[in-house]
């Protein structure tokens, strides 16, 4: 079928627009992807998955200028004992980074694994690929096709302490595409962090490759740049008895769409995506998530909450697929709004679609004010207002960041949210 | 100590007059005891005391130590030294009880200009309180209020008004929903706290809680008003004989 002319002519004027990296194992994912993304076409309003979220500033050629934003504040994850990477504008920067060795893992770059022959060859584009169905997400395959770099992460074994990937704002109109790819062999272990606004636009994929017994942990923090967008993607697919955990917290940012696609395709397989996001005025934030669930007695959660004030805007799309012969599917989904004033609005799109005869599956989704018998409540203590609010506030993100299972990540976030309120406080 | 003189209280959303001119007087040292059939505006009374939003008073003062309580946010009654035990204490999943009550005393110490309680202090003081109300580590831990029995939230309510030290206490409706020895175990706490500096406002439906609670002054409330004051033994005269018979007797 035709893509229509509009569709198409935006779809090759931002091909024609980037350069498409050759050598090595990796030009014939890039040249599927391409193919793909010529196929879908990029996003444009009249998408289903698009309705809520303008793609256009994600879609356009020009990057839409973003000022670099200077806060005061300890950068996040700094008390915890890391392996850091840092990405400036995506471009990688080795001198701020460590030596990228640790045991349990190896790391390589996209930019210079030039082999023919690679680990990475037969899951760079293919978890991907796979997300491609039902819905398109044709930002994703732009990102294979044209990503300039991104890490190789192959764990072996238990990994001693967590890799933090660090994204730098450094120039203004900055347009960074990193693409990365984590396989965990079975039993395997690691903690993955990523902070920072990433560059005035940020396209980022990250696949992961959950073998079975295996366990990935992800926290990630969307930085407080105030103009910076970001459209990003998670496509993870879980083995039997294997664990997938993911948190995110999004402060500030006028655009961000965080979709999440997860297979769980072995038995007994746990995947738990949780996130957090503050936003003040010009703030849009997306969260769009489809697990979907191929294998008998695995358990899923979603949980969103979303803080907004001053004309800010949060989307939740979240979906639980359970396929024919998924029985004893244990899913969840909640996601809630927390609007602090008049105008900031949530839309929220809850889906289940349940095949499967023997499952349980909840979901809820809600909207609300502060509350006002438990704003009195702490009022009467000898809280004042503000703090008050700030508190009841941090309760309502509570349920998500629980998710987080390390106490110090925890702590980081939560640091974070009460930095964020703090600095609002009337 | 307390204060209140020829209070009117309406409801701001609707013409609708609660409280019709109440005199009071609570005197340091001392329990105050209102009593009073459903509706006559006691829990009402408490309310517009500690500043909850909905009530517009009308008419008279209400003092603390001679300060204008009507006149402040309600943190800022808290710091004055005014507390109430809430009839219904409220549930606020998220917040850690320990949390919130460290926030509070601090909050109040920092209002008034006081040195905040360090972390060692405060774990030894609330150790100590919460052991007399039989309250564990864990209710300490767990979110304010969730999951609580009916008996646990009111001696969670009697913990916080311990830590707190106010100086002038209302207890409204503490007895309801209690059984026997949850009633026994919240009235020793209270006592506990009865000293020669700090007045008491207990509010109650029945007669048991006194028993429990010995009130020095008994007033009986009626359609917004006080219309009869007296000892303990006015307590009893309710017990034994219901409200309608003073109630009609005054009117």
């Known amino acids: 079928m035709a893509l229509p002319q509009a569709k198409r002519d935006l779809t090759e004027d931002r091909i024609a627009a980037l350069t498409l990296p050759t050598g090595g194992w990796s030009d014939g994912p890039r040249a599927d992807a391409l193919t793909r993304l010529r196929l879908m076409g990029l996003p444009t309003r009249r998408d289903e998955y698009w309705k809520y979220t303008r793609p256009d500033s994600l879609t356009q050629v020009e990057t839409p200028k973003a000022a670099v934003f200077e806060g005061e504040e300890t950068p996040i994850f700094d008390e915890i004992d890391r392996l850091k990477v840092v990405f400036v504008d995506g471009v990688f920067d080795a001198d701020a980074s460590d030596d990228l060795s640790l045991e349990g893992l190896s790391i390589e770059r996209l930019a210079t694994s030039r082999a023919d022959i690679h680990w990475a060859k037969d899951l760079y584009g293919r978890l991907e690929t796979n997300g491609q169905t039902p819905v398109n997400r044709p930002l994703a395959a732009l990102n294979t096709a044209f990503a300039t770099d991104g890490l190789l992460i192959h764990v072996t074994g238990k990994v001693s302490k967590p890799v933090n990937l660090i994204y730098h704002h450094g120039s203004e109109t900055s347009d960074a595409i990193l693409h990365h790819v984590v396989k965990l062999d079975a039993g395997a272990e690691m903690t993955l962090l990523e902070n920072g606004p990433a560059a005035a636009r940020f396209n980022k994929v990250m696949e992961v490759d959950v073998a079975d017994t295996a366990r990935f942990h992800h926290v990630r923090a969307q930085g407080r740049d105030y103009e910076r967008r970001a459209a990003t993607h998670i496509f993870a697919r879980l083995g039997s008895e294997s664990a997938f955990k993911s948190f995110t917290l999004t402060v500030n940012g006028v655009m961000t769409r965080n979709d999440c696609v997860i297979e769980l395709t072995g038995d007994d397989a746990i995947a738990h995506v949780a996130g957090a996001c503050v936003g003040d005025g010009d703030f849009h934030h997306d969260d769009t998530i489809f697990i979907t669930h191929d294998a008998v007695n695995c358990e899923s959660r979603q949980v969103f909450k979303k803080v907004l004030r001053n004309g800010a805007t949060g989307v939740f799309q979240g979906k639980i697929l359970v396929k024919k012969d998924a029985q004893k599917t244990d899913g969840y989904q909640i996601s809630q709004s927390l609007l602090l004033d008049g105008d900031s609005q949530f839309l929220a799109k809850p889906e289940l679609e349940i095949y499967a005869d023997d499952v349980a599956c909840s979901h809820g989704s809600t909207s609300g004010a502060i509350d006002e018998e438990g704003l009195f409540y702490l009022r009467s203590r000898g809280v004042p207002e503000g703090q008050a609010t700030d508190l009841l506030t941090i309760a309502f993100l509570a349920e998500a960041v629980m998710e987080i299972e390390d106490a110090a990540l925890a702590d980081e976030i939560n640091a974070r949210i009460e930095g964020w309120l703090l600095r609002r406080r009337s | ?251």
């Open chain 2, 1 to 251: 100590m307390l204060e209140i003189k020829n209070l009117h209280v309406k409801l701001e959303e609707e013409d609708k007059q609660i409280l019709k001119g109440v005199n009071l007087t609570v005197e340091a040292g001392k329990v105050h005891a209102i009593m009073g059939p459903n509706g006559s505006g006691k829990s009402t009374l408490s309310y517009v005391l500690s500043g909850r939003e909905g009530y517009e008073v009308t008419e008279g003062s209400a003092t603390l130590l001679g300060e204008d309580l009507l006149d402040m946010e309600p943190e800022e009654r808290a710091a004055a030294g005014l507390f109430l035990a809430f009839q219904y204490p409220v549930e606020i999943p998220g917040v850690g009880n320990m949390t919130f009550l460290r926030t509070a005393v601090n909050a109040q110490r920092k209002a008034r200009g006081e040195e905040e309680m360090s972390s060692t202090e405060f774990l030894k003081e609330i150790r100590a309180r919460a052991k007399d109300l039989k309250i564990d580590a864990e209710m300490l831990k767990r979110p304010v209020n969730v999951g609580f029995s009916g008996g646990e939230k009111k001696r969670n309510e009697i913990l916080q008004m311990a830590m707190l030290e106010p100086k002038m206490c209302i207890l409204d409706e503490t007895d309801s929903g209690l059984d026997v020895d949850a009633m026994k175990l919240v009235a020793d706490g209270v006592n506990a706290l009865r000293s020669e500096g700090r007045g008491f406002l207990v509010i109650t439906h029945y007669q048991r809680l006194l028993d429990h609670i010995q009130p020095d002054v008994v007033h009986i409330m009626s359609d917004g008003r006080i219309v009869k004051t007296g000892g303990p033994e006015l307590a009893l005269e309710v017990e034994n004989n219901g409200y309608a018979d003073i109630v009609t007797e005054e009117a």
